[in-house]
C-alpha cells in the first residue's frame, strides 16, 4: 500500500505542470466567456438577428438551434461545454499513452520495476494519480466559470455549474482509458496517441453531424461523444449513460492492467507486432 502511495504522490507530481497548465487555461476560458453573456443578452435582438442568420447546420453541429444560444444553458452548451471534450481530451489521449510506456521507451522502467514496489502497486499508484491529475483540471476549470458567475446575468448556482463539469470528467475518463489501454496493445507510444486522437475527433465530429445521415446517426451511437451531455441539471442528466461511459473506462482499465502484469518489459525503445 505505501508503495502504491509513493507512485501515486510522484505521479501526480510529475503531472502537476500539466494540471496547471490545462486547468488554468480552461480557468481563464471560463473568465472570458462567462461575462459575455451578460452583454450577449443586453443586445438580444441584434444577436438574435445575427443567430438566425446563420444556416441551420452551423447551429445543429454545436447541438443548438435559432434560440438556444440565448438561453443561459445553451449560451455555455454552444460557446462553451460543446466543444471542451474534444480540447480537454488532447490532455487526455497525451497523458494516457504516456503513463507507463513513455518510461518504457525511454529505459526507465525495468528500473523502477525493479525496486521492491510490484507492479500491481504501480499501476494503480500511476494510474490513480493521472485520475487524480484529472480532476484537478475540472476543478480549477469549475472555479473560472464560477468566479464571474454572479455578475453575468446567467443565473447558476456553483452546483449546478459542476454538472457539466462531472460529465466533461466522465468523458474525458473514456479517453484516457482508450490511451492508456492502446499503449499497452499497440507496438509503441506515438501509434496508441495518433489512434484514440482520431478516434475522439472521429466521435466528436461524426456525432455533431449525425443530423445529415440516419446512417451517421446510427455510427454516432457507437462513439463516446453521443452520451455527452452538457447539461445544467440533475433532472437533465442521464445516470445510465454516465454509468456506462464509467463502467466502459473501468473495463479498458482492467485490460491495460491485464496486459501490464501478464507481458515482458522492454528495457528501451518501441516495440513490434507479435508474431506467432
Known amino acids: 500500500m505505501n508503495s502504491l502511495w509513493t507512485t501515486f504522490r510522484y505521479t501526480y507530481r510529475h503531472l502537476l505542470w500539466q494540471v496547471i497548465g490545462w486547468g488554468f487555461g480552461l480557468a481563464l476560458y471560463g473568465l472570458m466567456i462567462v461575462p459575455m453573456y451578460k452583454s450577449m443578452s443586453a443586445e438580444a435582438d441584434r444577436f438574435q438577428q445575427l443567430i438566425a442568420s446563420y444556416p441551420p447546420e452551423v447551429l445543429a453541429f454545436f447541438g443548438a438551434d435559432a434560440t438556444s444560444p440565448l438561453t443561459p444553458a445553451g449560451f455555455l452548451g454552444m460557446y462553451a461545454f460543446s466543444m471542451l471534450p474534444i480540447i480537454v481530451g488532447i490532455f487526455a489521449v497525451i497523458a494516457g499513452s504516456g503513463l507507463i510506456v513513455s518510461d518504457e521507451e525511454h529505459g526507465r522502467l525495468d528500473l523502477i520495476i525493479a525496486h521492491p514496489i510490484g507492479r500491481r502497486a504501480f499501476f494503480w499508484g500511476r494510474t490513480l494519480g493521472l485520475i487524480g491529475a484529472t480532476l484537478s483540471i475540472m476543478v480549477l476549470g469549475w472555479l473560472g466559470f464560477n468566479l464571474l458567475m454572479v455578475r453575468s ?24 482509458s482508450l490511451a492508456l489501454m492502446l499503449s499497452l496493445l499497440l507496438p509503441s507510444r506515438n501509434l496508441a496517441a495518433m489512434v484514440s486522437g482520431a478516434l475522439l ?76
Request: proline residues 3%; contains cysteine; hydrophobic residues 50%.
Open 153 to 176: 446575468g446567467l443565473g447558476f448556482t456553483w452546483g449546478q455549474m459542476a454538472i457539466p463539469f462531472l460529465t466533461l470528467l466522465v468523458q474525458v475518463l473514456v479517453f484516457t
Open 201 to 276: 475527433v472521429i466521435s466528436y465530429v461524426v456525432s455533431s453531424i449525425s443530423f445529415m445521415d440516419s446512417r451517421l446517426e446510427m455510427i454516432s451511437k457507437a462513439l463516446p461523444y453521443h452520451y455527452y451531455q452538457s447539461v445544467m441539471s440533475l433532472e437533465q442528466l442521464n445516470p445510465i449513460w454516465i454509468s456506462a461511459l464509467l463502467g466502459i473506462s473501468a473495463a479498458m482499465i482492467m485490460i491495460s492492467f491485464a496486459c501490464f502484469t501478464h507481458r515482458d518489459i522492454r528495457l528501451s525503445g518501441e516495440g513490434s507486432w507479435r508474431r506467432r
